[in-house]
T-cell receptor, first 113, second 112 residues
Framework: DVKVTQSSRYLVKRTGEKVFLECVQD?????MFWYRQDPGLGLRLIYF???????EKGDIPEGYSVSREKKERFSLILESASTNQTSMYLC????????????FGPGTRLTVL | GNSVTQMEGPVTLSEEAFLTINCTYT??????LFWYVQYPGEGLQLLLK?????DKGSNKGFEATYRKETTSFHLEKGSVQVSDSAVYFCALLYTGGFKTIFGAGTRLFVKA
């Protein structure tokens, strides 16, 4: 069974802390994505990666960075967490061919105090 | 640009009622279309998809037909169950693209 796992389901951090969210997929997918989901705003793409060491900005990259050193792992980094980054963070992966759906992890609910 | 518009929720139905969630899209070329479902406390999962015009996707009693002439991909189910309560997202993947464009989501409540 295909699987996308995220390092934590719930995380509480303080303003100014550096936060790492990890995502691992076991499907040998080329593409990986980080979204945040907020009530009334749907899913918003933060960053995506279509290959190892490659990254592209999504719609809301400010305040975030990413790292993809291995094909199966895609990390989201909050350099200095702020309260407006309190959200649900979803990781996803997909194959690079027409019509391929994204597979999502269970999400990490991050609270920044 | 590419976009997806789906009906606002929440939608509240009684068990065994008929469900329609409307979805229309704007895209160049021939995108692939998807419905994803998110159950409480979980990530999204694919419900069904269609990759070309007139294709019908179906799964778990849900159906949607890719209508190019009306740029629509409406989700239907003949008889909903309490366990169908979730948030439903319509989405498109445009030709040659990496990114999926998601609609805002429609929350469905099914009462026993």
């Amino acid at each position: 069974d295909v699987k996308v796992t995220q390092s934590s389901r719930y995380l509480v951090k303080r303003t100014g802390e550096k936060v790492f969210l990890e995502c691992v997929q076991d499907m040998d997918h080329e593409n990986m994505f980080w979204y945040r989901q907020d009530p009334g705003l749907g899913l918003r793409l933060i960053y995506f990666s279509y290959d190892v060491k490659m990254k592209e900005k999504g719609d809301i990259p400010e305040g975030y960075s990413v790292s993809r050193e291995k094909k199966e792992r895609f990390s989201l980094i909050l350099e200095s967490a702020s309260t407006n980054q309190t959200s649900m963070y979803l990781c996803a992966s997909s194959l690079s061919s027409r019509g391929n759906e994204q597979f999502f992890g269970p999400g990490t609910r991050l609270t920044v105090l | 640009g590419n976009s997806v518009t789906q009906m606002e929720g929440p939608v509240t139905l009684s068990e065994e009622a008929f469900l329609t969630i409307n979805c229309t899209y704007t895209a160049t070329g021939y995108p692939s279309l998807f419905w994803y479902v998110q159950y409480p406390g979980e990530g999204l999962q694919l419900l069904l998809k269609a990759t070309k015009a007139d294709d019908k996707g179906s799964n778990k009693g849900f159906e949607a037909t890719y209508r190019k002439e009306t740029t629509s991909f409406h989700l239907e189910k003949g008889s909903v169950q309490v366990s169908d309560s979730a948030v439903y997202f319509c989405a498109l993947l445009y030709t040659g693209g990496f990114k999926t464009i998601f609609g805002a989501g429609t929350r469905l409540f099914v009462k026993a």
